[in-house]
């Protein structure tokens, strides 16, 4: 699978030098979703994970038949505001400011096993920021798994140390 070819660059979104990597094209073609959802399901299939922590919005699109794959709940980390219960919440650096993810504090039974799923790793400040919910919530990160990475910003730097999967590095 040629997975490079059904990522859509699009230069200067959502700001002037930055090149988007669009994965609408790939959600768009059946053959590209199922073949991202099944190397991630066989890679993940005999580790015994509770649940998949998909990142707001599109670590949803592939977090949710993830876990579904995996027979392991789904729980969405979410922007600010947006989640109706009791949360934990962590800041995160941006190139400018700050942003803030939040997870519910129920989302996860105390000692379960967690997996990580966003589309891309750029800086790695989101997915470090949700690595620390899952700690404070007592559970065990098993891994990250992500689409794409793009390498020149060294993003797996801020990672804690578990295994990081990637299918695609730019
Ligand atoms: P970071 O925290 O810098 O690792 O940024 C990761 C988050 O920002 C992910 O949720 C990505 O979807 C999004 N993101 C960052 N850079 C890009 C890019 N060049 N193309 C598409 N999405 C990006």
Redesign the pocket.
Known sequence: MDLKSLIREIPDFPKPG????DITTLLQKPEGLSYVIDVFAEEFADQSIDYVAG?ES?GFIFGAPLAYKLGAGFVPVRKPGKLPAAVHSMEYDLEYGTDRLEMHQDALHPGSRVLIV??????????AATAKLVEQCDSTLVSFAFIIE?TALE?RQQLPDVPISCLLQY
């Not at 589309?119 to 790695?124: R, S, V, W, Y």
């Open positions: 930055i090149l988007f990597r990142i599109r966003d589309d891309l790793i750029a800086t790695g400040g989101t997915a793009l993003g």
